[in-house]
């Protein structure tokens, strides 16, 4: 067990309203990601941050904002969410440490936040 | 841009059956890093197995097997005498190898629908 939490596990919410899922690791890696995974798309990254308060984008980061206040929690809030953000969601850390020669470690994954915007 | 292909979407075997899983991959890299993740059907995804560039050694896991060709730029997967827990998603991935202090980011395939039946 790689010491990644999300919640909620579930949730099911209207189109329009703010949704927050959080992710929360106890193994103190400075990087973290937000994927989704849909049906014949496979698993897409959304945000990942490589820090506190350091984050940027992924692939397909419209409509999704990102905070990391500290380093065991990576929030991924939908402002106003769509029926198109209906989505698994998983949220990654990487063992890694900075540098070229450090790279040795796979992503380990959450359990996956699965969202419904009705 | 990265790109992995996973051309078969979904197969159905009969338990003791081998069965290969095919994985293609683009990047413009010299150095880089494949990867396998099974998702059960529980939706949790297992990190499988990682293999650098410049590691062309096929690998053997007990019953898994990969085989990874630079000239064909594919990293394909095989279940020899597959088993009915063997049923779950698989998903390649491909990562290059970011620079320091960046952050590797990980392009899946759209995965591919294993099913063995007893």
């Known amino acids: 067990d790689a010491g990644i939490t999300q919640s909620p596990r579930h949730k099911v919410t209207e189109t329009g309203t703010p949704v927050t899922l959080r992710c929360h690791q106890t193994e103190n890696h400075r990087y973290m990601y937000w994927y989704r995974q849909d049906p014949g798309h496979g698993l897409r990254l959304i945000h990942y941050s490589y820090g506190v308060k350091d984050t940027d984008k992924g692939e397909v980061s419209d409509g999704y904002s990102v905070s990391r206040s500290k380093t065991e929690d990576f929030l991924l809030t939908l402002e106003s969410a769509t029926s198109s953000q209906t989505s698994v969601y998983f949220c990654?850390?990487?063992?890694?440490?900075?540098?070229?020669?450090?790279?040795?470690?796979?992503?380990?994954f959450g359990n996956g936040t699965r969202l419904t915007v009705t | 841009a990265q790109k992995v292909t996973q051309a078969q979407t979904e197969i159905s075997v009969v338990e003791k059956e081998d069965v290969t899983l095919d994985c293609v991959y683009e990047?413009?890299?010299?150095?880089?890093?494949l990867f396998w993740y099974k998702q059960p059907p529980s939706g949790e995804l297992v990190f499988l197995i990682r293999?650098?560039?410049?590691?062309?050694q096929n690998e053997i896991s007990g019953r898994y097997s990969w085989n990874f060709q630079k000239s064909t730029s594919s990293f394909n997967f095989t279940i020899t005498a597959s088993q009915v827990v063997d049923s779950a998603v698989y998903f390649c991935?491909?990562?290059?190898?970011?620079?320091?202090?960046?952050?590797?980011?990980?392009?899946f395939g759209k995965g591919m629908k294993l099913t063995v039946n007893p």
């Open positions: 990047t413009r890299d010299t150095t880089y890093y």
């Open positions: 991935a491909l990562s290059e190898v970011p620079e320091q202090g960046g952050s590797e980011k990980l392009v």
């Open positions: 990654a850390i990487s063992p890694r440490t900075p540098g070229r020669s450090s790279y040795n470690s796979p992503l380990h």
């Open positions: 293999r650098n560039s410049f590691d062309e």
